[in-house]
């Protein structure tokens, strides 16, 4: 079936230091990307739709310059979170869309910032 | 825009009883109804689905309902095993109209007592 692979699975960096988040769809050709974050207890928050060619689309209240997003390619979507600070501490996951309103998730990056 | 409400938050049942959690949405528009299960720490996974033109779908222990009219669905479990202790997220999609958007309920996190 169709995979996404997300990496780094866990990074711990500095406060002012930036992350870069890697989702890759193996099999398949994955035109759009949501990327969430998820605290702990909470649910999963959209925090943007990435795709392919164009700009990303952040919901309300998101960062666009703290939350980089590019989808450079037909399989490759990154997340990097500019300038980090503990309170960005946060699960970060994304998803492709795989048809018939199907998504496939990333194995998720457990992002600290210290 | 979509807003899913889902209870309870929390669930603790004995192992062989059933789990019943509701979710509620906010716009008539959503048509794709997903459920998913997430352990600690790992990505959500797919459990079962319902499309707006059926009602009820079953797979083995697991069913979701679907009141298109009062705007909610449930999703329930049977024979509950310590296995099926995770958290339980509920969504709803206004489908390619809104670009396969996800909103999440706030989950439930279900406890099997053995």
Known sequence: GAVVSQHPSRVICKSGTSVKIECRSLDFQATTMFWYRQFPKQSLMLMATSNEGSKATYEQGVEKDKFLINHASLTLSTLTVTSAHPEDSSFYICSAPVGRGLDTFGSGTRLTVV | ?114
């Open chain 2, 1 to 114: 825009g979509e807003n899913v409400e889902q209870h309870p938050s929390t669930l603790s049942v004995q192992e062989g009883d059933s789990a019943v959690i509701k979710c509620t949405y906010s716009d008539s528009a959503s048509n794709y109804f997903p459920w998913y299960k997430q352990e600690l720490g790992k990505r959500p996974q797919l459990i079962i689905d319902i499309r707006s033109n059926v009602g009820e779908k079953k797979d083995q222990r697991i069913a979701v309902t679907l009141n298109k009219t009062a705007k909610h669905f449930s999703l329930h479990i049977t024979e509950t095993q310590p296995e099926d202790s995770a958290v339980y997220f509920c969504a709803a999609s206004l489908g390619k109209a809104a670009g396969n958007k996800l909103t999440f309920g706030g989950g439930t996190r279900v406890l099997v007592k053995p």
